[in-house]
């Protein structure tokens, strides 16, 4: 009668345990990229704001690219630099204010000053938030 109940016992675990999808290789999503997260929003408020300026076809290839050099220059700076930060700071503005220049080239007067004001009430939400004030969009928060 042991022997019967340690049986089945052991088929409802080994059962239990097949069943459970977590436990299949092909059922566990891959690991998200390094910096996925940050970089997926980065990119989805770069899409808005490319809406909101109403940016061509043409335009968003050419910023893209900017774009592009600008990272591949902050990344080599950042190996660069490595754990010393003395200086980083502010050649990665000079390197910022390089790249700001040319997207803001490639925009009509219009486009720019539509950026300059987006970029002007991102700041005070940003100043809002680091004094503690909650979410600007969210009373009482």
């Not at 019967?4 to 290789?25: E, H, I, N």
């Not at 592009?68 to 050649?91: I, P, S, V």
Request: charged share 40%; glycine share 8%; aromatic share 2%.
């Amino acid at each position: 009668m042991k022997n019967r109940r340690a049986g089945l016992l052991l088929v409802l675990v080994a059962t239990a345990f097949a069943s459970l999808p977590a436990l299949r290789a092909e059922d566990v999503p891959p690991p998200p990229p390094p910096g996925g997260e940050r970089r997926e929003r980065m990119r989805e408020n770069g899409d808005r704001m490319a809406e909101a300026l109403g940016l061509n076809e043409d335009q968003k290839a050419k910023i893209k690219a900017i774009n592009q050099e600008e990272r591949a220059e902050l990344d080599a700076l950042r190996a660069k630099a490595g754990d010393a930060k003395d200086g980083f700071k502010t050649q990665a503005q000079e390197i910022r204010k390089k790249y700001m220049e040319k997207r803001q080239a490639i925009m009509t007067p219009e486009q720019r000053a539509k950026a300059d004001e987006m970029r002007s009430r991102m700041e005070k939400r940003r100043e809002r938030m680091e004094k503690g004030e909650g979410h600007p969009d969210k009373p009482g928060a």
